[in-house]
Structures are given as C-alpha cells and as structure tokens.
C-alpha cells in the first residue's frame, strides 16, 4: 500500500517561497504513475496545483503556474513544490497525492497524504 | 477554462438514495472521477473513470456521466457517509485537472 507523507514549514512570510516535499513509501516513483500537489484553503475546495512524472513531464494549474516549480527526486523517492512570492491567499492545507494518467481519459489520484497546514503570515 | 458545478449541499435521511450533481459543458464526453472528505481527513477517492469503485469502496457508492450532469448516487445512505463530495475531471484543451466546488452531503 502506498503512503505519501509531507514536510515542510508550516509558517511563511508573505513574498517569500513555499516549499514542501513527499515522500513515497512502500512504492517506487520510478515505477510509474504521476505524481501531483493539491490544496485546500481554509473552510474551501480543492484546488489542482500541478502534475509530475518522474521523467520530469510537468503540468500546472494556468492560475498558478508563473510561481509554481513541481520537481522529482527519484534517488529519494521524493517529489517537490516550490510557491514563489507567497501571500495570504496560498494558506491553506497542502496535499500530495499518487495521480493515474490513463491516455486522452485524463488523470485521477488513488492515494493522498495526510495534508499539511501552511500559513503565509508575517 | 473549464468548470465544474456542484450544489453546496444535499440532505437526506438514513436509508435513502442520495444524488449528487456534477454539472459542466458536454460533461459526459469526459470521464468523471469523485472524492469524498471527512472533516479533518484527506480527499479519498470512491468513484473513478465515470463509474468504476476502487477496491474497499461499498457498492453503495454509483456514478454516471451523459450531456451535462455526471451524478454520484449513494444509496442506503448511513450517518457514516456524511461529508464533502468533489467531482474532478481532466480538462485536455487547456491540459489541466479540474475540481468541483465540492457538495455538502448531510444525514438527517
């Protein structure tokens, strides 16, 4: 069974970077599947941040994609979000989840981490 | 950009059939995938590619996807399945996921 786990501050300052990591356990990123972030803000719904494979094939949410880097670390079994610029309206529950990728059908995540709080706040 | 809509909210009472709608433009030429999230809990996936359940999902759980409404059905609805329910689709003229603005289902 797959687990996603992920890290990262829970407070940033406004203008600042938002970086959070997951890491897989108990499956190889090498192995397949996509690999994506999602965020919900406070009291709100779900928000798509971006996609990855870990061939470095990258897809972002138009809205968010000036500021957004969504990178692998295959050595590590870890992927990566970077948020540049960060302001009170990145607040929210960040998640990490496994997404299936099946063609022109499009894409859908089967395991999610826990989700972690961050605060953008000085 | 593409968009999906949800009610805010669907009550029903405990053995019941419970519809929730998810309506978008030509909608049922997309496949349609539902969360459901407990309060505090992580999104878990129920239904995916229109209709099909993930193992350790009940058989209570449905979905279906034609014109502009797909529909996740919950039949014999229990207490325990009180919570937020998101309708997601991927969006291949623009390359990216969409969420529903999530329904609130509520157990009289």
């Known amino acids: 069974q797959v687990q996603l786990q992920e890290s990262g501050p829970g407070l940033v300052k406004p203008s600042e970077t938002l970086s959070l990591t997951c890491t897989v356990s108990?499956?190889?990123?090498?192995?397949?599947?996509?690999w994506g972030w999602i965020r919900q803000p406070p009291g709100k719904g779900l928000e798509w941040i971006g996609t990855?494979?870990?061939?470095?094939?990258?897809y972002y949410n138009p809205s968010l994609k000036s500021r957004v880097t969504v990178s692998v670390d295959t050595s590590k079994n870890q992927f990566s979000l970077q948020l540049r610029s960060a302001t009170a309206a990145d607040t929210a529950v960040y998640y990490c989840?496994?997404?299936?990728?099946?063609?022109?059908?499009?894409?859908?995540?089967?395991?999610w981490g826990q989700g972690t709080l961050v605060t953008v706040s000085s | 950009s593409y968009v999906l809509t949800q009610p805010p909210s669907v009550s029903v009472a405990p053995g019941q059939t419970a519809r929730i709608p998810c309506g978008g433009n030509?909608?049922?030429?997309?496949?349609v995938h539902w969360y459901q999230q407990k309060p505090g809990q992580a999104p878990v996936l129920v239904v995916y590619d229109d209709r099909d359940r993930p193992s350790g999902i009940p058989e209570r759980f449905s979905g279906s996807n034609s014109g502009n409404t797909a529909t996740l059905t919950v039949s014999r609805v229990e207490a325990g399945d009180e919570a937020d329910y998101y309708c997601q689709v991927w969006d291949s003229s623009s390359d990216h996921v969409v969420f529903g603005g999530g329904t609130k289902l509520t157990v009289l």
């Open positions: 989840a496994r997404a299936v990728w099946v063609g022109a059908t499009g894409v859908w995540f089967d395991s």
């Open positions: 990855i494979y870990h061939s470095g094939n990258t």
């Open positions: 030509n909608i049922g030429s997309k496949t």
């Open positions: 108990a499956y190889s990123i090498n192995s397949g599947y996509y």
